[in-house]
């Protein structure tokens, strides 16, 4: 009886090599005796199957970047930090991933995105030799990775544009070993490079654009851990255009006098759902498998956050948003002030959304209730923690959010249906203010070009001199400016096209 679907297919040998094959074994063992397979065991040990037809670039980047050790800062799944696909969600929403694939820009633009430190390159802009040389070099370390984006026709294969991470390299065959992520379909397999580099010089019919090859490496700075840029909501391109666009025109335009003044310019016509784009990363967990105690990771963790926290509020800018905010209107769009309710329902419904593992979708959320009560930790300190009960499409989820403290809180609140009982909330919680305030520390230098009177000029670069801030509070600013700007580029046409561009927060 004839079975529906397909179970993987022949590998065409040649030109390729079966990595489980007497010939691809002796490759592989002549490779290791010659030191090329080094970066091989890192990969293997975190090797994964894209778990959606279309998820290959997203298998492979999150498959590198576990492979480097890289933190992303916040969590999977349970209490565990680790990269899955469905987080690298950063420059395209995942829902459009799934239909359509992922261009090598936007592959690249994820991989800075979590952290990592990334070299592309495409065809037309490198050599066959280049990337032997690259491909060689990776493969002799555990410090590197190359992901490969091609045409599969090129190999025989079926399918089309494909991406894959590079195993490890045979010198004297001068073939590489492609982990291939589509599991389900092809073994691991050895190709020779100049056949893989016919195949990376294709062009991608979605960008009319070479495909290449991009080098993943570890940077020194982690990824952010307070906040981070999102583009799942359909209104990210709107507050994208307002921050890197309009904002540098409107200050020009205004002829400020104050600092009060260029916040008031800013944050009078700041998009009000700023916060869909510009998100807390929540420390989250299901209140029926949560422990009684926080681990000792959580903890430090969270200190972590307190006190980059407390270094925004440490800031002048922070002190000028403060100030702004006690003299705004009620014509602001985006308030500067918030409810205790308020922060509660976006604090316990961003948590059920975490837990969700929604793959870009746009669910509805209604927190009922939610209580701030004491945690104690491993070294018998006490941890607040929101506690809350979110309905979702019909279901009830308990979850449990662990918040950063940035002050003593004198008593804990609780929240029913709307109803608060206290506003201390947001003396720890990251609330508007903070959120205010990074935001102007992370706009690009250029924003105050157009500011004419030179006085109020300087002090503006003065506040958000990178110099004047803490270790901490500097890398936070520098990921989300590169965030900003790579998506930047992508809503404007520019990332396939300015990839040697050097991608670095200045």
């Not at 991009?214 to 391109?237: A, D, F, Q, V």
Request: one cysteine or more; aromatic letters at 10%; proline letters at 4%.
């Amino acid at each position: 009886m004839a079975v529906a679907g397909l179970y993987r297919r022949l590998l065409p040998c040649p030109p390729a090599v079966d990595f489980s094959s007497f010939e691809g074994k002796d490759l592989f063992h002549e490779a290791l005796q010659n030191g090329t397979m080094e970066g091989f065991f890192k990969l293997i040990s975190y090797f994964q199957t894209q778990s959606e037809p279309a998820f290959c670039g997203l298998a492979s980047l999150s498959m590198v970047l576990n492979a480097l050790a890289i933190d992303p800062g916040r969590k999977w799944k349970g209490p565990w930090r680790w990269f899955d696909e469905s987080m690298l969600d950063c420059c395209e929403p995942l829902e459009k991933v799934k239909v359509d694939g992922i261009t090598f820009g936007k592959v690249v633009c994820l991989a800075n995105c979590a952290g990592a430190k990334v070299e592309a390159l495409r065809t037309n802009h490198s050599s066959l030799d280049e990337f032997r040389r690259f491909v060689k070099r990776c493969a002799s370390s555990e410090d590197c990775h190359v992901i490969a984006s091609y045409h599969r026709a090129p190999l025989k294969q079926t399918g089309t544009g494909h991406f894959s991470p590079i195993g490890g390299y045979h010198a004297g065959k001068d073939m590489a070993l492609i982990l291939d992520v589509a599991r389900f379909k092809y073994p691991p397999h050895w190709v020779p490079l100049p056949l893989l580099w016919e195949a990376m010089s294709t062009i991608d019919e979605t960008t009319q654009q070479h495909r290449g090859f991009m080098l993943i490496s570890k940077r020194c700075e982690g990824p952010s851990l307070l906040y981070t840029l999102s583009c799942k909501h359909e209104s990210w391109e709107s507050i994208s255009t307002y921050l890197m666009e309009q904002v540098p025109q409107l200050l020009k335009e205004e002829g400020s006098d104050s600092v009060n003044q260029v916040l008031s310019t800013i944050f009078e016509s700041l998009p009000a759902n700023l916060t869909d784009f510009m998100k807390w990363i929540a420390e989250v967990r299901r209140l029926e498998s949560a422990e009684k105690t926080v681990d000792k990771e959580e903890a430090e963790l969270l200190a972590i956050k307190g006190e980059i926290l407390q270094q925004i509020r440490a800031t002048e800018m922070y002190k000028f948003v403060d100030k702004w905010a006690l003299s705004a209107t009620s014509c602001c769009t985006f308030s500067a002030e918030a409810n205790f309710s308020e922060i509660v329902k976006n604090c316990c419904c961003q948590g059920a959304a975490t837990l969700c593992g929604m793959v870009g979708e746009a669910k509805e959320h209604f927190c009922k209730r939610a209580c701030m009560r004491s945690m104690s930790t491993c070294d018998t300190a006490s941890m607040e923690v929101v506690s809350g009960t979110v309905f979702a499409n019909g279901s009830e989820q308990g979850i449990d959010v662990l918040v950063p403290t940035a002050a003593q809180i004198k008593h804990l609140p609780c929240y029913n249906n709307g109803e608060s009982s206290s506003a201390n909330f947001l003396q720890w919680y990251p609330a508007s203010k903070d959120l205010l305030t990074i935001l102007l520390l992370a706009l690009p230098p250029q924003t105050w070009h157009g500011i004419q009177k030179k006085e109020l000029q300087e002090e503006i670069y003065r506040l958000v001199s990178l110099d004047n801030l803490f270790t901490g509070l500097r890398e936070e600013v520098l990921h989300l400016r590169l965030q900003l700007r790579l998506l930047y580029k992508f809503q404007i046409g520019k990332l396939e096209e300015d990839l040697q561009e050097p991608l670095v927060a200045i």
